[in-house]
């Protein structure tokens, strides 16, 4: 039995770095699709590979999508039905006009006759974010619930523009949810769509989805599928993202409010409606289940807001001895992947695993003193998120102008960045006041993992990742200050 679905290697996307020269692509070679410059591979599936490539002219980044099916793909399906499930897919993204899902840019042929197109690139997606495991059983990252919720809305939003045009995606996951610059999603992938009422026959043995986040009914008969069957696979996803886990097999007992006590009893018939193995019992479109979502989170809210009333507002930091133990690393380095983990002291979903509790004072407007480690901080960061070669400059631009009356900034440490990690481990852990300003997570530090890739930190999620130097992080800039006294 195959499951048709286009897999990239979580070990490379969750690492954000390319993955090595396939067979019949010479490393290091400088390989050309078209106009495009391809600068490295970001995956390969049954139908097809992606690639990160340039647009040499305007130095444009995009992500080029080019058919090249598997062997056994050709064998089992025939050329003709698999260029026809790419062309559709090209068309599907040249037809629709919607902010969550991604835009088509060009679409063209190589010089081996092999259609290829080109779409918007981003670097992060929500398998990325959560830390999806190839071996998918295997806990993630949940997000905080106001950060899931508002990615869930997008997603439903533009799953509902692909159901009103009659189109079923038929293979929604995290991993197929980009994440622009602006955070916001974009949805990808649809070489597995289907258009309402039509027949693909793919042979029997293959199953169309990835496991885990297809719905019932698409295992037994994926050309019988409607809406409810994407709705299904968002529901797996507000799993994933709520708690951690992926939904427990039918007939087992957890109920999302015990795997996560953060979350308490507002989201379990919520997020059971809607990975109900009948598709009668779940949502029956987008809206439906968008206002469902809507009403489990304003009943969250109000139990934060009832929890936040009850207790007194937390201090901002607090010291502990632990603090005082070893200095916080202020040099830069560079850190392979494989020497990461036990580098910057992180766990299995690299986070760190030993926190520190720094006391934070807001000095005024624009920084933010720790009294424990000596350090001031820059309160608000970057306006926008940058690339790594401009972060740089960013910092040099803050010094030349003595922001805040300082002019020894620097882009921090992973370690140092860790400093700004909030854990949350009960309800009223959420009603602490922000101490830094601005909605934004994920920040740049100044250690390497190679000579095109750097370590950030996601503030928000609490966790480590790298990312090569044209991705765009946010900068939140450090500088080191007399003991406060």
Same mark, same amino acid.
């Given at each position: 039995?195959?499951?048709?679905?286009?897999?990239?290697?979580?070990?490379?996307?969750?690492?954000?770095?390319?993955?090595?020269?396939?067979?019949?692509? /010479?490393?290091?070679?400088?390989?050309?699709?078209?106009?495009?410059?391809?600068?490295?591979?970001?995956?390969?599936?049954?139908?097809?590979?992606?690639?990160?490539?340039?647009?040499?002219?305007?130095?444009?980044?995009?992500?080029?999508?080019?058919?090249?099916?598997?062997?056994?793909?050709?064998?089992?399906?025939?050329?003709?039905?698999?260029?026809?499930?790419?062309?559709?897919?090209?068309?599907?993204?040249?037809?629709?006009?919607?902010?969550?899902?991604?835009?088509?840019?060009?679409?063209?042929?190589?010089?081996?006759?092999?259609?290829?197109?080109?779409?918007?690139?981003?670097?992060?997606?929500?398998?990325?974010?959560?830390?999806?495991?190839?071996?998918?059983?295997?806990?993630?990252?949940?997000?905080?619930?106001? #950060?899931?919720?508002?990615?869930?809305?997008? $997603?439903?939003?533009?799953?509902?523009?692909?159901?009103?045009?009659?189109?079923?995606?038929?293979?929604?996951?995290?991993?197929?949810?980009?994440?622009?610059?602006?955070?916001?999603?974009?949805?990808?992938?649809?070489?597995?769509?289907?258009?309402?009422?039509?027949?693909?026959?793919?042979?029997?043995?293959?199953?169309?989805?990835?496991?885990?986040?297809?719905?019932?009914?698409?295992?037994?008969?994926?050309?019988?599928?409607?809406?409810?069957?994407?709705?299904?696979?968002?529901?797996?996803?507000?799993?994933?993202?709520?708690?951690?886990?992926?939904?427990?097999?039918?007939?087992?007992?957890?109920?999302?409010?015990?795997?996560?006590?953060?979350?308490?009893?507002?989201?379990?018939?919520?997020?059971?409606?809607?990975?109900?193995?009948?598709?009668?019992?779940?949502?029956?479109?987008?809206?439906?289940?968008?206002?469902?979502?809507?009403? %489990? @989170?304003? *009943?969250?809210?109000?139990?934060?807001?009832?929890?936040?009333?009850?207790?007194?507002?937390?201090?901002?930091?607090?010291?502990?001895?632990?603090?005082?133990?070893?200095? $916080?690393?202020?040099?830069?380095?560079?850190?392979?992947?494989?020497?990461? /983990?036990?580098?910057?002291?992180?766990?299995?979903?690299?986070?760190?695993?030993?926190?520190?509790?720094?006391? @934070?004072?807001?000095?005024?407007?624009?920084?933010?003193?720790? /009294?424990?480690?000596?350090?001031?901080?820059?309160?608000?960061?970057?306006?926008?998120?940058?690339?790594?070669?401009? %972060?740089?400059?960013?910092?040099?631009?803050?010094?030349? #102008? %003595? @922001?805040?009356?300082?002019?020894?900034? #620097?882009?921090?440490?992973?370690?140092?960045?860790?400093?700004?990690?909030?854990?949350?481990?009960?309800?009223?852990?959420?009603?602490?006041?922000?101490?830094? *300003?601005?909605?934004?997570?994920?920040?740049?530090?100044?250690?390497?993992?190679?000579?095109?890739?750097?370590?950030? $930190?996601?503030?928000?999620?609490?966790?480590?990742? %790298?990312?090569? @130097?044209?991705?765009?992080?946010?900068? #939140?800039? $450090?500088?080191?200050?007399?003991?406060?006294?």
């Amino acid at each position: 039995m195959f499951h048709i679905t286009n897999h990239c290697p979580a070990q490379y996307r969750a690492a954000g770095i390319l993955s090595p020269a396939l067979p019949g692509e /010479k490393s290091g070679e400088i390989m050309h699709i078209g106009k495009y410059k391809v600068t490295g591979l970001l995956g390969t599936g049954g139908m097809g590979r992606v690639y990160k490539a340039q647009l040499p002219e305007i130095n444009k980044t995009v992500a080029l999508k080019r058919l090249r099916p598997r062997p056994h793909m050709v064998q089992l399906l025939g050329d003709k039905a698999i260029e026809k499930m790419f062309m559709d897919e090209a068309r599907i993204l040249a037809d629709l006009r919607h902010p969550y899902v991604a835009a088509i840019l060009d679409f063209d042929r190589d010089s081996e006759g092999r259609p290829f197109f080109t779409m918007e690139y981003h670097c992060v997606n929500l398998g990325d974010m959560t830390g999806e495991h190839y071996i998918m059983e295997t806990p993630a990252r949940s997000l905080p619930p106001d #950060r899931a919720v508002r990615y869930l809305r997008q $997603v439903l939003s533009g799953l509902g523009r692909l159901h009103d045009a009659g189109i079923i995606h038929r293979d929604v996951k995290p991993y197929n949810m980009l994440i622009s610059e602006s955070d916001q999603v974009r949805i990808i992938d649809f070489g597995l769509s289907l258009l309402r009422g039509e027949t693909r026959g793919v042979p029997e043995q293959f199953k169309i989805g990835t496991p885990y986040y297809t719905a019932p009914e698409q295992e037994a008969d994926p050309d019988r599928v409607d809406e409810r069957a994407d709705i299904y696979g968002a529901g797996v996803l507000a799993w994933r993202m709520l708690t951690g886990y992926l939904p427990p097999d039918l007939g087992e007992k957890p109920v999302p409010g015990e795997i996560n006590p953060l979350l308490g009893q507002c989201w379990d018939d919520f997020l059971l409606c809607a990975t109900h193995p009948k598709p009668d019992k779940r949502f029956s479109d987008c809206r439906e289940m968008t206002t469902a979502l809507d009403r %489990a @989170f304003d *009943s969250w809210q109000q139990r934060l807001e009832k929890t936040c009333r009850m207790q007194e507002v937390p201090a901002v930091g607090r010291t502990s001895d632990a603090d005082h133990t070893q200095p $916080v690393r202020t040099t830069p380095v560079k850190v392979s992947l494989s020497a990461a /983990k036990k580098r910057f002291g992180l766990d299995a979903l690299w986070r760190p695993s030993g926190r520190r509790t720094p006391e @934070f004072v807001v000095c005024d407007d624009h920084t933010v003193r720790d /009294k424990t480690h000596s350090r001031l901080w820059q309160k608000a960061g970057s306006s926008w998120p940058m690339e790594w070669s401009r %972060a740089r400059q960013y910092i040099d631009s803050l010094n030349a #102008r %003595a @922001f805040g009356g300082v002019q020894n900034w #620097r882009l921090p440490t992973v370690d140092e960045l860790a400093l700004l990690l909030v854990p949350v481990s009960v309800l009223g852990d959420y009603c602490a006041p922000p101490v830094f *300003s601005g909605d934004i997570h994920r920040f740049w530090s100044a250690d390497r993992k190679s000579f095109v890739a750097a370590w950030f $930190v996601d503030t928000s999620l609490g966790y480590a990742g %790298a990312a090569d @130097f044209t991705c765009q992080c946010h900068v #939140r800039a $450090v500088s080191d200050c007399p003991p406060y006294g």
